[in-house]
């Protein structure tokens, strides 16, 4: 273990606890985004799954945000130096539903901090769970696996992409663009200019285009299991970035459900034919 990992590896048990009000309009403005006609829910309704991620939204003052757009590093996470940050992954379990106008409290924790050596170099993963409590008691559970990178070597090729399965039971197709990646940011709050800023994500983090959302990317796969099983609960939904995808052509969905009937399998495909995210949903 080298220094730096003793060191960061102090931030683990970290908390912070966040109460909020589950207001209708960002469910509504979501569905709008999925490219959903629906009117905004009034209370008492379910929360679609994962639109807890509209909420406890961060509220970092102007001056105390990084180079990148979010939070400077040394607070709740660790300040890790590798410049690149990317939401890597996460393991989602809902106990019971969430209702619309209720208040709810999240309680995060430092999980875990890894340091890994990958073949584009160095990586620290770092896992935040988050619980999410209403008047029911635990209502979610999240572990939200964050990845830091070291930059590319000047000519680094990018490495082999994955080639999706050919069995897909369902099928949809969504035009990335720069709209849809602003909107999401609106949503969630996102001031990470790797999402909004052409000129930074190229020419700072060296990235050939704006990068969509991980969890714009996994919320559009469980959008695609919610429109072909709609009568069916989710007791967890797992998901895994593949690669990064950009905001220029189209994202590919695709799935299909186990033989036993309780898990759908998901992926998502980029331009060039990889994948780059895959799911996987148990069913109740």
């Not at 970290?14 to 006609?37: E, N």
């Not at 829910?41 to 102007?62: D, E, I, K, M, N």
């Not at 990335?176 to 930074?200: C, G, K, P």
């Not at 695709?254 to 069913?283: I, K, S, Y």
Request: proline share 9%; glycine share 8%; aromatic share 10%.
């Amino acid at each position: 273990m080298t220094q730096d990992e003793i060191f960061w590896r102090q931030w683990i048990g970290k908390t912070d606890v966040v109460t909020d009000t589950l207001t209708a309009w960002p469910v509504g403005a979501l569905a709008a985004t999925l490219d959903r006609d629906e009117p905004v829910p009034p209370a008492g309704s379910a929360l679609p799954p994962l639109a807890h991620w509209l909420y406890f939204l961060p509220r970092t003052v102007q001056s105390d945000l990084g180079p990148d757009g979010h939070a400077k590093r040394g607070g709740f996470l660790p300040p890790i130096p590798l410049p690149r940050r990317l939401w890597a992954g996460g393991r989602v379990r809902f106990f019971h539903p969430l209702w619309v106008g209720e208040p709810v409290q999240r309680t995060s924790v430092i999980a875990d901090i890894q340091l890994k050596l990958g073949r584009s170099g160095e990586l620290v993963f770092v896992t935040v769970r988050h619980e999410i409590r209403n008047a029911a008691g635990l209502a979610v559970t999240e572990d939200h696996d964050i990845v830091y990178r070291a930059m590319p070597e000047p000519g680094a090729q990018p490495q082999p992409g994955c080639v999706p399965p050919t069995n897909a039971q369902w099928h949809r197709q969504v035009a990335l663009d720069e709209v849809l990646l602003f909107r999401f940011s609106a949503l969630t709050f996102n001031s990470h200019r790797i999402h909004y800023d052409q000129y930074y994500v190229t020419q700072v983090e060296a990235y050939p285009g704006l990068v969509v959302h991980a969890p714009l990317c996994a919320t559009l796969l469980l959008d695609l299991l919610r429109r072909h099983l709609p009568d069916r609960a989710i007791e967890r939904f797992d998901f895994r970035a593949l690669r990064p995808v950009y905001a220029a052509g189209a994202l590919r969905l695709a799935g299909n459900t186990e033989p036993e009937g309780r898990t759908a399998r998901l992926w998502a495909v980029d331009a060039d034919g990889f994948m780059v995210m895959e799911a996987q949903a148990h069913l109740a």
